[in-house]
């Protein structure tokens, strides 16, 4: 088993700055790539930013490339998420999830491990 504990969010305004932090724990050797995920109020879960567990490969989506950039510190078992710029757009509950088998990228798919969650408000 793993578990996922995010961390990091809170309120700021538009044009400001958060780093989210993912840090996981337990069996993390068979962890593939973890991915980062954010809901907001109504909406569907929509994919935000992917990495590899080794760090080789990330992935965006467009809405935040050129803003956000997700990294990864081996040693701290930790995956961050630093955002940028951040508009009123990007409020939401911001979710962690990793894989075995895959990089999480996809909507709608169960991956094997999710966090709680941590909540980004950007206020305009």
């Known amino acids: 088993q793993v578990q996922l504990v995010e961390s990091g969010g809170g309120l700021v305004q538009a044009g400001g700055s958060l780093r989210l932090s993912c840090a996981a724990s337990?069996?993390?050797?068979?962890?593939?790539?973890t991915g980062w995920f954010r809901q907001a109020p109504g909406k569907e879960r929509e994919f935000v930013a992917a990495i590899t567990w080794t760090g080789d490969n990330t992935y965006y989506a467009d809405s935040v490339k050129g803003r956000f950039t997700i990294s990864r510190d081996n040693a701290k078992n930790t995956v961050y998420l630093q955002m940028n710029s951040l508009k009123p757009e990007d409020t939401g509950v911001y979710y962690c999830a990793a894989d075995g088998a895959t990089v999480p990228r996809g909507v709608g798919i169960k991956y094997n491990y999710w966090g709680q969650g941590t909540q980004v408000i950007v206020s305009s």
């Open positions: 337990g069996r993390t050797f068979t962890i593939y790539g």
